[in-house]
């Protein structure tokens, strides 16, 4: 059992950079695939990265996004690089201990808002 709690949101120009991180609390951290998944008015939650069986990304954030991990911080992180308005949107950090990470991870976070402007 563990709780995980997403900082780092906020209001960025389109171009800019903010790093997300993601603290857990509960043992063996280590033990657990983590990743980060966002949310879109009147969508779904979809897919943004993990670290599973490697590091993966979506297409659109190849590049520009990097997901990491401090296990002797039990955080995630997540740098995003030359955002862009259409990855505005609320980001959640999951993790479970099954790989891979999917839509069905065990462990959400309460989410952190992204906003990036024109």
């Known amino acids: 059992q563990i709780q995980l709690v997403e900082s780092g949101g906020g209001l960025v120009q389109a171009g800019g950079s903010l790093r997300l991180s993601c603290v857990a609390s509960g043992r063996d951290f280590s033990s657990y695939s983590v990743g980060w998944f966002r949310q879109r008015p009147s969508e779904g939650r979809k897919f943004v990265a993990a670290?599973?069986?490697?590091?993966r990304y979506f297409d659109s954030v190849k590049g520009r996004f990097t997901i990491s991990r401090d296990n002797s911080k039990n955080t995630v992180y997540l740098q995003m690089n030359n955002l862009k308005p259409e990855d505005t949107a609320v980001y959640y950090c999951v993790a479970d201990v099954t790989k891979p990470i999917t839509i069905s991870a065990a462990y959400w976070g309460q989410g952190t808002q992204v906003t990036v402007s024109s």
């Open positions: 670290i599973d069986f490697f590091p």
